[in-house]
Structures are given as structure tokens and as C-alpha cells.
């Protein structure tokens, strides 16, 4: 099993960046999974952030960050970032990283392991 840490997030002024970083330890990092980030909003389901395959060869993204956000990993670091740009007060929300076998995606049943997560907040 792979246990993940993230950190980075806080509070930040709209139009504003950070850099979230997923840190994975336990089984080799990389192991051929995927890695992905979602985040939950209060009052709101889990959603779809970004996904990257286990070599970073692939990236995904939902169409709401699209052009904002990167997603790339790391595997001599056994790290996974999230490069948030241009943040907009609704990318407020809990943000997770997981790691994937298999699946879609962009679907949260694909993910097997899930960080604790870290809390970004954009004040506008």
C-alpha cells in the first residue's frame, strides 16, 4: 500500500498560484500507477481535478482548470504537484491525491489510496 501526504495549499488572493505537492511512500513509487488530484468543495461530491499515468507521459485535466493547472510527478522524488495558476475563488475546496491502477480517470472509484488532503482557499 502507498500512503500519500499532501501539503502545499492555503490562502491565496484570486489570480494568484500555489503549488501543491503529494508525497507518497510505502510501496516503490514508481510502480506503474497512475496518480491523480481531486477535490471536494463544502457541501459538494469529490471531483475530478487532474490525472497523470505512471511515467507522466499522459496528463488529464477537467475542462474547468484546463490551461490553469498542471499536473506532474516526480518518481526519483516520489512526488506528485499539482501547479495551480490564475486561481479563481471557486477552485476553493479540500484537494487530495490518490493513486490508480486502473479505470477512468477522472472517476474517484478508480483510486485506491487517498491522502488526507490539503485545504486551498481563494479569496476574491
Known amino acids: 500500500q502507498v500512503q500519500l501526504v499532501e501539503s502545499g495549499g492555503g490562502l491565496v488572493q484570486a489570480g494568484g498560484s500555489l503549488r501543491l505537492s503529494c508525497a507518497a511512500s510505502?510501496?516503490?513509487?514508481?510502480?506503474?500507477?497512475?496518480m491523480g488530484w481531486f477535490r471536494q468543495a463544502p457541501g459538494k461530491e469529490r471531483e475530478f481535478v487532474a490525472a497523470?499515468?505512471?511515467?507522466?507521459?499522459?496528463?488529464f485535466y477537467a475542462d474547468s482548470v484546463k490551461g490553469r493547472f498542471t499536473i506532474f510527478r516526480d518518481n526519483a522524488k516520489n512526488t506528485l504537484y499539482l501547479q495551480m495558476n490564475i486561481l479563481k475563488p471557486e477552485d476553493t475546496a479540500v484537494y487530495y491525491c490518490?493513486?490508480?491502477?486502473?479505470?477512468?480517470?477522472?472517476?474517484?472509484?478508480?483510486?485506491?489510496?487517498w491522502g488526507q488532503g490539503t485545504q486551498v482557499t481563494v479569496s476574491s
Open positions: 497523470t499515468t505512471w511515467s507522466g507521459g499522459s496528463t
Open positions: 490518490a493513486t490508480s491502477w486502473g479505470g477512468p480517470v477522472d472517476s474517484s472509484t478508480s483510486y485506491a489510496n
Open positions: 510505502g510501496r516503490t513509487f514508481s510502480r506503474r500507477y497512475n
